[in-house]
């Protein structure tokens, strides 16, 4: 990879698959966790999307091929991985079937957002600059995924989740540990005043905006956002890890809304309890 990650990140490798992990999740041998890259195959076959979104006109056999790998390399059925019909929206989503009852289910439910404490049910979120969040309770063996684009953060999804851990399912937000995966950085994000008016009831706003150089313009810390938001849900500062690492400025890896210009994939983020 082009870049070096933070000690609490790190690159790893399954078959095919090279993803990010976090050091701390993978300590826990009840969880599988990992955060895609847009490539499959080895670095000098960047020509195989591993795309798990609608965007790019790929053929039908390319992503049944891309969902067989990953079930293949994690040794988890593709039926068992559930993502959602992301809105941009504030909904999480609760699953407290089985993993074989979900799979029934069908796949369109328009949230951001899901929590399960049932094992062998892969939650996943799919982004391309959106911050893809991922929780643990090693306590109560609890997990969740958000994704947090600015609309998200601006119906403050993460803070959400962190409520229905305590609420729903009796967590201690001092127990939660929460994941901020690749997404897109302060250097890349510029927003207009609507974006910046969305948040203004966000307590600590000045933490994460920054004038842009025009005027009516703002540079955005979507990631730094959303681990305000933990922090203020009572989620220690030790239990929060973030990966810090551009989407836009690593498109070699990542795919990225902004800086493909609109036409891009999705990278697949997920958390599974054994």
């Known amino acids: 990879m082009p870049f070096e990650t933070h000690n609490s990140f790190q690159f790893s490798g399954k078959g095919s698959i090279g993803y990010l992990e ?55 059925p593709v039926k068992h991985f559930f993502t959602v019909d992301q809105v941009h929206g504030g909904e999480i ?58 609309k998200g953060t601006a119906l403050s999804i993460a803070a959400r989740a962190v409520d229905l851990l305590v609420t729903r399912f009796g967590s201690d937000s001092k127990d939660i540990h929460g994941v901020i995966g690749p997404a897109i950085g302060p250097c890349c994000y510029e927003v207009d005043t609507r974006v910046f008016e969305s948040m203004k009831h966000l307590p600590g706003r000045d933490l994460f905006f920054k004038e842009g150089d025009d005027e009516g313009k703002w540079m955005l810390d979507l990631g730094a ?47 599974m309890l054994r």
Not at 100 to 106: N, S
Not at 244 to 254: A, K, N, P, Q, W
């Open 22 to 76: 976090s050091t701390a999740l993978r300590e826990c041998a009840f969880i599988v966790h990992a955060f895609l890259t847009r490539w499959r195959g080895r670095d000098d076959e960047r020509s195989v999307s591993f795309n798990f979104g609608n965007p790019l006109d790929e053929r039908e056999e390319t992503s049944k091929r891309n969902w067989d790998l990953l079930s293949s390399a994690f040794d988890i």
């Open 93 to 150: 989503l609760i699953i407290d079937d089985d993993p074989d009852a979900v799979a029934g289910k069908g796949r369109n439910f328009p949230f951001d957002g899901i929590i399960t404490a049932r094992p062998g049910i892969a939650i996943g979120i799919k982004t391309a600059d959106c911050v893809p969040v991922i929780f643990m309770d090693p306590v109560k063996r609890i997990v969740g995924a958000v994704h947090a684009g600015w």
């Open 225 to 271: 956002a959303n681990k305000f938001q933990l922090e203020k849900q009572g989620i220690p500062a030790g239990n929060i890890y973030s990966a810090d690492l551009c989407t836009s400025c690593h498109r070699d890896t990542f795919f990225s809304h902004r800086g493909d210009g609109g036409g891009t994939g999705r990278q697949l983020n997920f958390i």
